[in-house]
């Protein structure tokens, strides 16, 4: 079988340098063990020949290279279906869906929570710090007061209001930022979400109301998978 000629690897490496970023950095992670952040660093295939192919990564001033050596060798005629036996390998591997998100898709519940969420809030932060002090006496006197001497203030009823609302808006919001720092990106990853204002809307709506919203995520790319299997 005849090699790789010089035309044939130009094309290749045009098309999936300006087409195919995401299958490149796909490749560098999955085949190359190399991290997430730093192989979708603007990926470009900077040789392609019959026994391998190197692809250049990394920031400005800091790129690296990486070689992939063809087995078999690569022939003429091969690339396109071997390239992409070689990003159906990876998604599989790295938990990537054929469907793409690229808009907000939740179920009513989650905006519902975002929306309780926010009216907790403003409950909290509204209500009377004497008051709070008075309805949860149990939390003030044997939870918050010693917090509040410790901190060197007088356990007056509003110190102690204002530390049972301080404690209860980070205990929230707290939980809710791990869940947009760790379990919303894996999703927004596997269902290929690469809008930048669906992202960020995702990200914002899970501070505001928590685990429904990325299982909302979840369960819409379940949904179009379905879809997609079904045609």
């Known amino acids: 079988m005849s090699k790789v000629t010089d035309a044939e690897a130009q094309r290749i490496m045009a098309h999936m340098n300006n087409d195919h970023e995401d299958s490149l950095g796909h490749y560098l992670v999955h085949f190359g063990r190399i991290p997430s952040r730093l192989a979708h660093s603007h990926p470009q295939i900077t040789t392609f ?48 869906s054929d469907v793409t998100i690229d808009r907000v898709i939740l179920p009513i519940g989650a905006y519902g929570g975002a929306l309780l969420c926010t009216a907790l809030t403003a409950a909290i932060l509204y209500a009377s710090p004497s008051r709070l002090s008075s309805t949860l006496k149990y939390q003030s006197h044997i939870l918050f007061a010693p917090i509040v001497r410790a901190l060197g203030l ?7 209001g204002r530390a049972i609302q301080g404690f209860w808006l980070v205990a929230l919001y707290g939980a809710h930022l791990a869940e947009a720092l760790y379990c919303l990106p ?45 045609q």
């Open 154 to 160: 007088k356990d007056s009823p509003r110190n102690i």
């Open 49 to 96: 020949t019959t026994p391998l192919m190197k692809i250049a990564y990394g920031p400005a001033g800091k790129r690296k290279e990486w070689t992939y050596e063809f087995s078999p060798p690569m022939h003429a005629g091969e690339a396109r279906k071997r390239l992409e036996a070689m990003h159906q390998e990876a998604k599989v591997a790295l938990g990537i």
């Open 186 to 230: 894996p999703h927004l990853k596997a269902y290929n979400v690469k809008n930048k204002a669906v992202r960020m809307t995702y990200f914002i709506l899970t501070i505001l109301g928590g685990f429904p919203v990325w299982i909302g995520l979840r369960d819409a790319g379940k949904a179009e998978e379905r879809k997609l299997k079904a």
